[in-house]
T-cell receptor, first 114, second 114 residues
Framework: AQSVAQPEDQVKVAEGNPLTVKCTYS??????LFWYVQYPNRGLQFLLK??????LVKGSYGFEAEFNKSQTSFHLKKPSALVSDSALYFC????????????FGQGTTLQVKP | ETGVTQSPTHLIKTRGQQVTLRCSSQ?????VSWYQQALGQGPQFIFQ???????GRGNFPPRFSGLQFPNYSSELNVNALELDDSALYLC?????????????FGPGTRLTVL
């Protein structure tokens, strides 16, 4: 069965410091991986995706993610965190086939302190 | 902001009632998916519609049903509401075909069942 795990419920970093939000996955076949961000009382906003190619994927708002096939991980990173990055982050894997179904992790709350 | 809109923003119902939630897809998109996000959890896939037919379904009972209209707008209907149906309901639009297409989410409808 395909699944996604986000091992940390919460990540706290100081503004200006690098941040990492962890994600591991389990899929059969090639993984199609996504990161979304959710602000309070808002829907999900797409950040970035990995389909194939370069293991380092760059996305919106200065975020990037590193795909590691051997460790089945897709960690979200940013070199310098902003207070405005504080939000709920979801990692998701696309189920192969035509349904478009995404399987989400349970989410990680990022808190960036001034 | 995505071009996906949802109505209403909030809704309060009592147990046993029926509810209809609405979604308007982003221009040019031809699929719509619905997700349920319970408090503190990641979104769970309910189903997807393509060409006005259900194109995949998650682990939800038949009292969850949907419609997609020729203009690609969509409805989610839930009959015989239960307390556990209280959640944020998200719709997402996308393009059929290919596992690499990201989905764009609306702001969601917050349903409270009393």
């Amino acid at each position: 069965a395909q699944s996604v795990a986000q091992p940390e419920d919460q990540v706290k970093v100081a503004e200006g410091n690098p941040l990492t939000v962890k994600c591991t996955y389990s899929v059969s076949g090639n993984p199609y991986l996504f990161w979304y961000v959710q602000y309070p009382n808002r829907g999900l906003q797409f950040l970035l995706k990995y389909i194939t190619g370069d293991n380092l994927v760059k996305g919106s708002y200065g975020f990037e993610a590193e795909f590691n096939k051997s460790q089945t991980s897709f960690h979200l990173k940013k070199p310098s965190a902003l207070v405005s990055d504080s939000a709920l982050y979801f990692c998701a894997v696309r189920v192969t086939g035509n349904t478009g179904k995404l399987i989400f992790g349970q989410g990680t709350t990022l808190q960036v302190k001034p | 902001e995505t071009g996906v809109t949802q109505s209403p923003t909030h809704l309060i119902k009592t147990r046993g009632q029926q509810v209809t939630l609405r979604c308007s897809s982003q221009s040019g998109h031809n699929t719509v998916s619905w997700y349920q996000q319970a408090l503190g959890q990641g979104p769970q896939f309910i189903f997807q519609y393509y060409r006005e037919e259900e194109n995949g379904r998650g682990n939800f009972p038949p009292r969850f049903s949907g419609l997609q209209f020729p203009n690609y707008s969509s409805e989610l209907n839930v009959n015989a509401l239960e307390l556990d149906d209280s959640a944020l309901y998200l719709c997402a639009s996308g393009l059929a075909g290919g596992n690499y297409n990201e989905q764009f989410f609306g702001p969601g409808t917050r349903l409270t069942v009393l």
